[in-house]
């Protein structure tokens, strides 16, 4: 993930991050509640009514939908259409829970830095952006999680450095998006290279990813550190490859993600839990991670809070 498996910064003064920050939402058709409800189609993939997770809603959800923060762009998982409309399979996967729980979900999307405070502010109800758990965000958030996924390397067309993994990156350049390179986490690598006697891994940190790509193209850097699930557009998008990495497990520092929940929902987490147990049974998780090719993501049970061994630290 990617941007979305990022430390988060966040604060408890939540009102001040959200001046300045570009709000655009999207609205999904309300839908009626009760054993009428014959259920919605989204994406192509019909999502059934599910009464026990609807029961589960707190009365304000029920009375005035679902409102689901996320950050555009980040393809696959949030992106703009033509028609500057948020869409994705974030989008898709919260419309499907909005369609099994029968209310309405509202979508805006934030700076990724301001999702969390946009939550303790009390803006919105849920957030869904690719954002994976880890021991920061599980302080203040519950995750209702259904995939694993972690970072990947993504190299110049034909792989001119030969890395095959981060151990091959002693005296070379990686670049990386800043969000996605918490102070310490190359310490391994350092470590590992020190032991050879070979110079350190250089690191390019910067704003995007972007960024982090041009860099690739221009050779100021021989590797960029990003998400699993993205690596493989941005990739084809600008014509580099990304390096399969043998013996990580959804990549480096995978973490299972999810719906991102205050504490104090523990209704709706609840309710989200219950909806997602059935989505994923049912196979309209499969049904619309496989448009995405990220079938593969997905985890076989729906978990709440389990943080994942990536979210320690990376392993080389």
Same mark, same amino acid.
């Given at each position: 993930m990617k941007k979305r498996n990022k430390l988060l910064a966040f604060t408890t003064k939540a009102?001040?991050?959200?001046?300045? #920050?570009? @709000? @655009? *939402?999207?609205?999904? /058709?309300?839908?009626?509640? !009760?054993a009428s409800n014959p259920g919605k189609t989204v994406d192509g993939v019909h999502v059934s009514y599910n009464a026990a997770a609807a029961k589960l809603l707190p009365a304000s959800i029920k009375a005035n939908g679902l409102r689901i923060v996320t950050s555009a762009p980040y393809p696959p998982f949030e992106i703009f259409n033509s028609n500057n409309q948020l869409t994705g399979l974030d989008i898709f996967t919260g419309q499907a829970i909005a369609a099994a729980l029968g209310v309405k979900a509202?979508? *805006?999307?934030?700076?990724?830095? !301001?999702?969390? /405070?946009?939550?303790?502010? !009390?803006?919105?109800?849920?957030?869904?952006?690719? *954002? !994976?758990?880890? *021991?920061?965000?599980?302080?203040?958030?519950?995750?209702?999680e259904y995939d694993l996924q972690g970072q990947v390397l993504v190299v110049a067309k034909g792989n001119p450095s030969k890395i095959t993994?981060?151990?091959?990156? #002693?005296?070379k350049t990686l670049a990386v998006e800043a969000a996605d390179a918490p102070a310490g986490l190359f310490n391994p690598v350092q470590a590992y290279c020190k032991a050879k006697g070979e110079s350190p891994m250089a690191i390019k940190t910067l704003p995007t990813t972007a960024d982090a790509l041009l860099a690739i193209k221009s050779g100021s850097a021989q590797a960029q550190f990003v998400g699993v699930a993205t690596a493989p557009s941005l990739a084809a998008s600008t014509n580099e490859q990304v390096v399969t990495i043998p013996g990580q497990v959804g990549g480096y520092t995978a973490l299972y993600v999810g719906a991102g929940i205050l504490h104090k929902q523990t209704q709706l987490t609840k309710a989200v839990n219950v909806a997602m147990v059935g989505l994923l049974k049912s196979g309209v998780l499969?049904?619309?991670?496989?448009?995405?090719?990220?079938?593969?993501t997905l985890i076989p049970k729906i978990l709440v809070n389990a943080i994942s061994a990536g979210g320690q630290g990376l392993k080389l």
């Open positions: 009102g001040a991050v959200l001046s300045g #920050c570009l @709000l @655009l *939402t999207m609205m999904s /058709p309300v839908l009626s509640s !009760g509202t979508f *805006t999307s934030i700076d990724f830095n !301001g999702v969390i /405070p946009a939550l303790q502010a !009390g803006k919105f109800d849920m957030l869904l952006a690719d *954002t !994976g758990d880890n *021991t920061a965000r599980a302080k203040v958030l519950n995750f209702v993994s981060l151990k091959s990156m #002693c005296g499969e049904a619309l991670f496989k448009k995405y090719g990220l079938q593969s």
